[in-house]
């Protein structure tokens, strides 16, 4: 994926509550630390979990927009006056890594503070919006390495 796509992609970070998760099901995997992933998007939300499977997670609600044209001083130039192209919601989750699932796992303090990297979950309705978000988390936030 080029810079210049990236560019027309726009994710913002939700909270619990702002969008329906239902639906929901394993569509793609990020590889970092807890603590790399905390500093660049910000501390997981709690979330209920009958089974422990799942403590907190990281909502994000994300755009695409159509380029119009690329202008070589600015890069693209995006269409927002016909609106997105594609709307959707990805969540990003450890699962099973805490000592809610397993008593011999880190609590979930422990857990988020820690700099070996781990395997997380990315959960949404759209594997193809997985693609994007790890594109533009990868390039925003060199989160799982460089392209």
């Given at each position: 994926?080029?810079?210049?796509?990236?560019?027309?992609?726009?994710?913002?970070?939700?909270?619990?509550?702002?969008?329906?998760?239902?639906?929901?099901f394993?569509?793609?995997?990020?590889?970092?630390?807890?603590?790399?992933?905390?500093?660049?998007?910000?501390?997981?939300?709690?979330?209920?979990?009958?089974?422990?499977?799942?403590?907190?997670?990281?909502?994000?609600?994300?755009?695409?927009?159509?380029?119009?044209?690329?202008?070589?001083?600015?890069?693209?130039?995006l269409?927002?006056?016909?609106?997105?192209l594609?709307i959707?919601?990805?969540?990003?989750?450890?699962?099973?890594?805490?000592?809610?699932?397993?008593?011999?796992?880190?609590?979930?303090?422990?857990?988020?503070?820690?700099?070996?990297?781990?395997?997380?979950?990315?959960?949404?309705?759209?594997?193809?919006?997985?693609?994007?978000?790890?594109?533009?988390?990868?390039?925003?936030?060199?989160?799982?390495?460089?392209?």
């Amino acid at each position: 994926m080029t810079p210049d796509l990236l560019l027309s992609l726009r994710f913002e970070r939700l909270r619990e509550g702002d969008v329906d998760t239902s639906g929901f099901f394993r569509i793609g995997t990020l590889e970092a630390s807890p603590a790399e992933l905390v500093e660049a998007l910000g501390f997981a939300d709690p979330v209920e979990s009958f089974d422990g499977k799942v403590e907190a997670r990281l909502l994000f609600g994300g755009e695409v927009f159509k380029r119009t044209k690329t202008d070589s001083f600015r890069g693209a130039v995006l269409d927002r006056a016909s609106g997105p192209l594609i709307i959707g919601f990805v969540s990003v989750y450890p699962y099973k890594k805490t000592a809610g699932y397993d008593p011999e796992l880190p609590i979930s303090a422990g857990f988020w503070a820690s700099t070996d990297p781990v395997s997380f979950s990315i959960g949404g309705r759209s594997p193809a919006f997985a693609g994007l978000f790890l594109s533009w988390a990868r390039f925003v936030h060199n989160l799982g390495g460089l392209l």
